[in-house]
Nanobody, 124 residues
Framework: QVELIESGGGLVQAGASLSLSCAAS????????VAWFRQGPGKEREFVSA????????FYADSVKGRFAISIVNSKKAVYLQMNNLKAEDTAVYYC?????????????????WGQGTPVTVSS
């Protein structure tokens, strides 16, 4: 069993920055990747970014490329999402998810464990 706990969400103005963190605990041996997804009001959950737990390789959705940066600190068993130049359309609940599958995918079905989510609201 893997537990994921997100933190760092909040209310910011457009153009501001925010950093989310995801702390992993439990049986993480063999975990291949951690991703961030988001679900906006009335929208389906969508892929934001992912990082390989083993190689450190990163992946981004086109909508956040160049603005968001994902990073991993293995010693802390944590994954961070630095979000810069936030836009109103970034408003959503952000979820951390872990996968034990290869390759790391962009679909929710690829992920085995999920956090409870942290809300991000960007006012325009």
């Amino acid at each position: 069993q893997v537990e994921l706990i997100e933190s760092g969400g909040g209310l910011v103005q457009a153009g501001a920055s925010l950093s989310l963190s995801c702390a992993a605990s439990g049986s993480i041996a063999g975990m291949h990747g951690v991703a961030w997804f988001r679900q906006g009001p009335g929208k389906e959950r969508e892929f934001v970014s992912a990082v390989s737990w083993t190689s450190g390789g990163t992946f981004y959705a086109d909508s956040v490329k160049g603005r968001f940066a994902i990073s991993i600190v293995n010693s802390k068993k944590a994954v961070y999402l630095q979000m810069n130049n936030l836009k109103a359309e970034d408003t959503a609940v952000y979820y951390c998810a872990a996968t034990f599958s290869i390759p790391i995918g962009r679909n929710t079905q690829n992920y085995d464990y999920w956090g409870q989510g942290t809300p991000v609201t960007v006012s325009s």
